[in-house]
């Protein structure tokens, strides 16, 4: 039989908590004391610890922050976006900086080059399994295998262009030794304020650690430490006339990154040298073309010969039997060789957001953006490596993220991925878009979807490439820009739909292409209003 309630049972007796904070029987009157003096200590450190909270709700009222993280497989124009985002909202220092992104435009042009060479060699007519992958610079080559039946385009001009353009090997090796250390993978020291390059010539790059002002050392870019040479990657030497390669096919996925620790941009600015006169006696400006040892004057008197490796049509034949669209690839100035290699040549907005230049780790970018006549959000975006090694850095980032930019490049359908050439890059993105969207600590988070590289992928299937050969469940449908992207759109967005942790929440999807400095500034103002419309609402309910 159940026992009947006690009408007045007193609480004490019922309820745990109040009898574990009730006196202790016979407490002393300094036991009472000190327990009382105890008690007074514990509630002002929780009192203080409450007025912490709402005075820091209060000062996120009052200046609120936005957090976005920009997500994507490497590769994706990530790094892209955030220069635009700077470009929009930080246009001074965006400018500052051109200057500095010379060097990495120069290097990104000989590996062009120097990869063209290879691709034509009277060498690269042997089979070769790596073929059918992205190289180390970035070209997109086809999964097609080529067929042994095809006749092979010989270039006879190619014992000419290698002769011509063998200082091109020299220098990459200076830049990459300038950009880079193939001994260490964290960051150690900076390169030189003014860079002075006959220090990087024929081999002597033994640079003294620099100690930054924490004590630590300071930091320097750097490239992964397995890098070997191969006669197919276009970071070493041209392959000798009628020799062999022994191609090693693990260096070709290897290419110059920087570490978002490293403070690169401030070794290649030329500080003041720019503005010095050369003499009291004149006006005329002492620049980098007055420096011998300075890149610029190798890349000017080969410039003749990489124009016409570049238009040869035997050349242009070759590339195409063996499927290298050097066009689609990162960094591509193939098209502005006689504008980048002139001796005064300075980087404009486009150069900078064409250059590629590989980031590890995360990179954090702030800007103060006005949202009305007296207010200003600080905004903080947060670019992270997209490679699968690099991956697993992303979660520590989703718990206070405001909204994700997530980028795929939808014209790599044809490609796979460098770190893995059995995994095509879209069924990468998609598997990646998957992941994030159904990922619960980002139910809260707005999404948006950048479809990128349109341009790319209008330019490729105007050449003929079919998007069932590649993605069978196309099937027979239009293999135009129309269907292929209005394809692509719906297939990211029913995964939103199927398998988000929050179907309610702001998502929204836009073709792009992130260098198109005039479409993407208009996508990024919608984005930009759309995102700090769902954080100040979200402040308000707070």
């Avoid at 590996?111 to 790596?130: C, G, K, T, Y």
């Avoid at 090796?173 to 024929?202: C, F, G, V």
């Avoid at 005329?284 to 420096?291: A, F, L, Y």
């Avoid at 330019?459 to 027979?476: E, F, I, Q, T, W």
Wanted: with cysteine.
């Amino acid at each position: 039989m159940a026992r009947p309630l006690e009408p007045n049972r007193r609480r004490s007796l019922s309820d745990p908590l109040a009898a574990a904070l009730m006196p202790p029987p016979n407490e002393s009157a300094a036991d009472r004391e000190r327990r009382l003096e105890a008690e007074s200590e514990a509630k002002r450190v929780s009192d203080g610890i409450d007025e912490m909270l709402r005075a820091e709700k209060k000062e996120k009222k009052a200046k609120p922050e936005i957090k976005v993280l920009i997500l994507g497989q490497s590769e994706s124009g990530k790094s892209t976006t955030l220069k635009q985002f700077q470009l929009m909202h930080a246009t001074a220092a965006f400018h500052a900086d051109r200057i500095a992104w010379r060097a990495v435009i120069y290097l990104n042009l000989v590996r062009s080059v120097r990869r063209i060479l290879d691709a034509v060699s009277f060498e690269s007519d042997q089979p070769d399994e790596a073929e059918d992958q992205e190289t180390a610079s970035g070209c997109a080559i086809s999964l097609t295998r080529q067929s042994s039946a095809i006749s092979v385009t010989r270039v006879p001009k190619y014992p000419q262009y290698r002769h011509a353009l063998e200082p091109l090997r020299e220098l990459e090796e200076r830049l990459i030794r300038m950009l880079s250390s193939p001994n260490e993978d964290e960051p150690t020291h900076t390169a030189p304020s003014k860079p002075d390059w006959s220090t990087y010539a024929n081999g002597n790059s033994n640079v003294q650690v620099t100690v930054g002002k924490n004590g630590r050392p300071a930091p320097f870019i750097t490239i992964p430490p397995s890098w070997t040479p191969s006669p197919l990657s276009p970071s070493t030497s041209l392959p000798s006339p009628g020799g062999s390669s022994n191609s090693s096919s693990k260096s070709k996925n290897q290419e110059v990154s920087v570490h978002h620790t490293s403070n690169w941009k401030k070794a290649f600015s030329l500080g003041n040298r720019i503005k010095s006169p050369k003499s009291a006696h004149t006006n005329e400006i002492e620049g980098w073309w007055d420096d011998p040892s300075d890149p610029v004057h190798v890349l000017n008197s080969c410039a003749q010969p990489m124009l016409a490796l570049w238009k040869d049509p035997s050349v242009k034949q070759r590339l195409r039997e063996k499927r290298i669209r050097l066009e689609e690839s990162s960094g591509f100035f193939l098209d502005e060789i006689s504008r980048i290699t002139a001796l005064r040549y300075f980087p404009s907005d486009q150069d900078v957001l064409k250059a590629r230049l590989k980031t590890t780790g995360v990179v954090e970018h702030s800007f103060s953006i006005a949202h009305s006549q007296r207010r200003f959000i600080t905004w903080k975006i947060y670019d992270v490596g997209g490679a699968r090694n690099q991956r697993h850095a992303w979660a520590p980032y989703f718990e206070d993220v405001n909204a994700i930019i997530f980028l795929a490049p939808i014209s790599a359908f044809d490609q796979v991925l460098a770190e893995d050439p059995e995994v095509n890059r879209l069924e990468d993105s998609l598997l990646l878009w998957k992941s994030v969207v159904s990922n619960k600590l980002l139910a809260h988070v707005s999404i948006i979807l950048f479809l990128n590289k349109v341009d790319l992928l209008q330019a490729k299937l105007k050449s003929g490439v079919r998007l069932s050969h590649h993605m069978p469940r196309y099937g027979d449908r239009p293999n135009d820009y129309e269907n292929v992207s209005s394809y692509f759109y719906n297939k990211f967005g029913s995964i939103h739909q199927t398998f988000s942790s929050n179907k309610e929440r702001e998502f929204k999807i836009h073709l792009t292409a992130v260098t198109d400095t005039r479409r993407t500034a208009t996508i990024i103002q919608n984005v930009r209003d759309i995102i700090i419309t769902v954080n100040l609402k979200n402040i308000h309910l707070m």
